[in-house]
Nanobody
């Protein structure tokens, strides 16, 4: 069983920044990523980083969000800049193991409001 623990959510004004962190037990993952789910909407992929280092971003966050990892600390981060009200959602860390199992964090609320 892989444990996935998130931290770093909160409330910020439009244009502000937040950094989400996700630490995991174990390190052999095919992919680590961040998803989000706003009220009344489906969960969507925000950003992902693969074992190779390749990254993907949703069009809505390109140029504003950056995903990175720290393999020594088994951590993945999401730096969110120039936040907009439409970024308000619960953000979930996801990791996929070499055996294609998905594990999820507990969710972190991000609220962007003036």
């Amino acid at each position: 069983q892989v444990q996935v623990v998130e931290s770093g959510g909160g409330m910020v004004q439009p244009g502000g920044s937040l950094r989400l962190a996700c630490t995991t037990s174990g390190s052999a993952f095919v992919m680590r990523g961040w998803y989000r789910q706003a009220p009344g909407k489906e969960r969507e992929l925000v950003a992902s980083i693969y074992r190779t280092g390749h990254t993907n971003y949703a069009d809505s966050v390109k140029g504003r969000f950056t995903i990175s990892r720290n393999d020594v600390g088994n951590a993945v981060y999401l730096q969110m800049n120039n936040l907009k009200p439409e970024d308000t959602a619960v953000y979930y860390c996801n990791v996929r193991t070499l055996s294609n199992q998905d594990f999820w964090g507990q969710g972190s609320q991000v609220t962007v409001s003036s």
